[in-house]
């Protein structure tokens, strides 16, 4: 469920159909967005005028959705399907005009005429990982995103005509690049991976930041802190408190569109993409996660001397090893994604585990420690980034752990070193593989190991996956690269 803040305390969040409905009277809401995302996470919206939204079309649904126009959906002989809002999602989006006023509501994808849910809705692939949890006896998982963005004044790209120009520019106020400071802020410019937690005038963003933070409270997301994260041209962090796995989901998908609209409201562009500026640090979505059975977190022992972490976390620690690659398919799924995953940019390429080493792709944070602290126990898979779907990389996690677990999968033991500073040789004495170098190479990973998605995903979402990585990856490999009349043009 998500949370809101009363009175200085935290607590849950649930609305009914009849606070929806009411508050849509009070407030005199004029137009409600319904809301779903399609497999590659872009959010997807139909707008009702709200005296059509009655209190049966969240039982019987919404026929507005024509399912062969979404990309991955459904092909034009079978397109008819409804769209179910979930009253928990609702919201009032604070930038629509006070003539206009427009809330909105996440929805759940079913086929029409009775034929139940949709198999390749990424929402119902989260609910089912929950349900698979809830199979094994874990009846919670929390997770917590960490999802990093940039933030530009402008930025253009000229890819249409082949046979000219290719090329792209970005303008930042913050970027190093600038001559001096900025003619925007009248601030120094951010030096190359320097941009960690510096104070204003530097930090351009806290306002922008702190304006998504309150616009997030509409919809019960409380945010535990933002900060501008290390690169130096507007890179930015929220960070959510955690929540169920479909709860979190649905939060990091509606920060992705917030953050997006409020830049845009500013004059300015927000990307998940997560390596937009070469030689800089890129943005990734570390996500942390723990699993709960009667009120106590499994992923905590006391007697653990190394990390205070059960044999049940190293087992999901072992899953998520054992899948990696594959899961880096779903977790990483764009070109750009890889050139994020290369040495010397604090991004995770190798597959390793360890606690503090933030060179490893998996960590166990250890600030706090004993029993007073054993709900903080989790572990942080690093790999995932911001281009992700959050509802498929969730469940994606979840299936890798719950397969580790019934294996009893060996994690090994722990690299404290600096990864990134080991030679080969000893790399390879330790056991220590890497995540993929491409998409290409991620997709074939996924090919030769999706048995321990089945359980939650269907085979046709794993189709649907492949298929998309494999024309991306072939759209983007087939054309000259701008540095490659650098290295080969006088061969």
Known sequence: MPYVREGGKIRQRRLTISDVLGDISEHKVKFVDLQFTDIQGRMQHVTVPSESLEEDAFAEGVPKLDGSSIRGFTDIHESDMLLFPDPNTYGILPWSPESLKTSRIICDVSWGYGMGRFGKDPRFIAQ???????????????????????????????????????????????????????????????????????????????????????????????????????????????????????????????????????????GMVATMMPKPVFLDNASGMHVHVSLWRDGKNLMYDEGDQYAELSKLGRYFGGGLMAHARALAAITNP????????????????????????????????????????????????????TSSNPYLCFAAMLSAGLDGIKKSADIGDPVDEDIYKLTPEKRRALGIKELPGSLKEAIECLQSDNDFLKPIFSSEIIEAIIENGIKEYGEVNRRPHPYEFYLYFDI
Not at 169 to 185: D, F, H, L, Q, V
Request: glycine share 4%.
């Open 334 to 385: 764009t070109t750009n994604s890889y050139r994020r995953l290369v040495p010397g940019f604090e991004a995770p390429v190798f597959i390793a585990w360890s606690r503090r080493n933030r060179s490893a792709n998996i960590r166990i944070p250890v600030n706090m420690k004993g029993p007073r602290h054993s709900a903080k126990k989790r572990l942080e898979y690093r790999t995932p980034d």
């Open 128 to 266: 089912r990982a929950e349900e698979e949890a809830k199979k094994q006896g874990f009846d919670t998982t929390y997770w917590g995103p960490e999802i990093e963005f940039f933030v530009f004044d402008r930025v253009s790209w000229n890819v249409i005509t082949p046979f000219a120009e290719q090329s792209y520019k970005i303008e930042s106020r913050e970027a190093p690049w600038n001559p001096g400071p900025s003619p925007i802020t009248n601030s120094p410019p951010i030096r190359f991976k320097e941009g960690y937690f510096p104070a204003s005038p530097q930090d351009t963003l806290q306002d922008f930041r702190s304006e998504c933070v309150s616009t997030l409270s509409n919809f019960g997301i409380v945010c535990d802190a933002h900060h501008h994260e290390v690169a130096g041209a507007g890179q930015c962090e929220i960070d959510m408190r955690y929540d169920t796995l479909t709860s979190m989901a649905d939060a990091a998908v509606t920060d992705k569109y917030v953050v997006k609209n409020v830049a845009a409201k500013n």
